[in-house]
C-alpha cells in the first residue's frame, strides 16, 4: 500500500505525500526482509528515490539513521558498531540539524538505542529509554515503536537483574509488557513471539522450571520464523542463550550446551548480521562451551529451513505449546 501510494503520488504531482508514504515503507522493511542485505538494498533505493524527487535533505536524515543501523549490523560501520558512523550517515550531521526536529530526535535516538541493546550496552540503553518515551506516544503503533517497547523491556529487566532500582524497572517493564500482549490480542502475529521471549524473562525472574521457560524460548524462536521475521528470532535465540549462560554462572556447573550456541549463530549468520556475529563471538570466547564457537559460523542454510529443525537438539517438547 506505501508503494502504491508512493507512485498514485508522483503520479498526481503529489510529490512531498508521495515521498511521506516511500519513506514510511523503511521501518517495515527490517520485518518483511528475511535478510539484512535485503533491507539494506532496497533502502538504499528508497533514499535514492527520495533524493531524485527532492525531499528535504533533514528529512532524508531520519531514513539514513535507519539504513546505517542496518549497515552496523552487517558489520559495514565506521569503527564502534553502536555509533552511526558509515556510508550512509555521520552523526555530526544529525546533531547540526535535531534542532526542532521531533521526528528526526525519534529516529536517531530509537536507532542509538537499538545498537546499544545489540551490542550489549545496557546501561547505554537503559539510559535513552526514557527521552525516547517523551517523544512517542501510544498512538504510535508502528513496527519501530513496537520493537522500541520490546526492547525496552528486555534492557530494563537485565537492569533490574544486576540490581538497579530493581522494583522501579521491573514495573516499567510490565508496562510495555502490557502493550505488546494488547497488540498481539488484537491480532498482531509478529508481536506474538516478542510475548513468548517475555514471558520466559518473567518466568525465569520468579523462578520458573527450566523446561517451562526454555520451550517459551523454543517457541518464540519458531514463531518468529514461521512470520519471517529473523530479526524477532535472533532476539529469543540469544535470550534463550544468555539465560543458559546466566544459570550456568550461578550453579558453576557443565559448559554451556553448543545447541543454544549454535542456534543463536546459526539464526544471525542467515540473517547476515555479520557485525553481531564477530561481536557474540568476541564477547563469549573466554566462555566453557562444548564446541569451538567459530566451528559453528559456516552452518549451511538447509540446516535452518525447517523450524522444527532447530528443536531436534533441544530439551522438552516445544511443539506442544505451538
Not at 503520479?11 to 539484512?36: D, N, Q, R, W
Request: proline residues 3%; glycine residues 6%; hydrophobic residues 40%.
Amino acid at each position: 500500500p506505501l508503494n502504491r501510494s508512493f507512485n498514485l503520488g508522483i503520479k498526481h504531482g503529489e510529490s512531498f505525500y508521495a515521498c511521506l508514504a516511500l519513506g514510511m515503507s523503511i521501518e517495515f522493511l527490517p520485518h518483511v526482509c528475511t535478510t539484512l542485505s535485503e533491507t539494506e538494498e532496497k533502502i538504499r533505493s528508497v533514499c535514492r528515490s527520495l533524493a531524485q524527487y527532492q525531499e528535504s535533505k533533514k528529512t532524508r536524515l531520519w531514513y539514513r539513521c535507519t539504513w546505517q543501523y542496518i549497515l552496523n549490523l552487517m558489520g559495514q560501520g565506521d569503527g564502534d558498531p553502536t555509533e552511526l558512523e558509515g556510508e550512509a550517515i555521520h552523526e555530526k550531521q544529525v546533531m547540526d540539524n535535531q534542532t526542532n526536529q521531533r521526528g528526526l530526535s525519534t529516529v536517531y535516538g530509537i536507532a542509538k538505542f537499538q545498537l546499544a541493546f545489540h551490542f550489549g550496552l545496557t546501561a547505554a540503553a537503559a539510559g535513552r529509554i526514557e527521552s525516547i518515551g517523551k517523544l512517542v506516544t501510544e498512538s504510535m503503533l508502528s513496527p519501530l515503536i513496537t520493537t522500541f517497547k520490546f526492547m525496552s523491556c528486555l534492557v530494563l529487566i537485565d537492569a533490574a537483574g544486576k540490581g538497579y532500582h530493581r522494583r522501579r524497572c521491573l514495573a516499567r517493564a510490565r508496562r510495555f509488557f502490557k502493550a505488546i500482549e494488547k497488540i498481539a490480542d488484537d491480532g498482531c502475529v509478529d508481536a506474538v513471539p516478542l510475548c513468548r521471549v517475555l514471558e520466559a524473562e518473567f518466568a525465569l525472574l520468579s523462578g520458573g522450571k527450566d523446561e517451562i521457560v526454555f520451550a517459551l524460548y523454543d517457541t518464540a524462536v519458531v514463531n518468529a520464523l514461521e512470520n519471517g521475521n529473523m530479526m524477532f528470532a535472533c532476539i529469543a535465540s540469544e535470550r534463550a542463550f544468555l539465560a543458559q549462560r546466566a544459570q550456568r554462572q550461578t550453579a558453576h556447573s557443565k559448559p554451556l550446551s553448543k545447541s543454544l550456541w549454535k542456534r543463536m549463530i546459526g539464526l544471525h549468520v542467515r540473517w547476515q548480521a555479520y557485525g553481531k556475529v564477530e561481536w557474540l563471538t568476541d564477547a563469549y570466547s573466554g566462555m566453557e562451551i562444548d564446541m569451538n564457537p567459530m566451528d559453528e559460523i559456516n552452518i549451511p542454510s538447509a540446516s535452518l529451513s525447517d523450524p522444527e529443525d532447530l528443536m531436534s537438539e533441544l530439551p522438552g517438547e516445544p511443539k506442544s505449546l505451538i
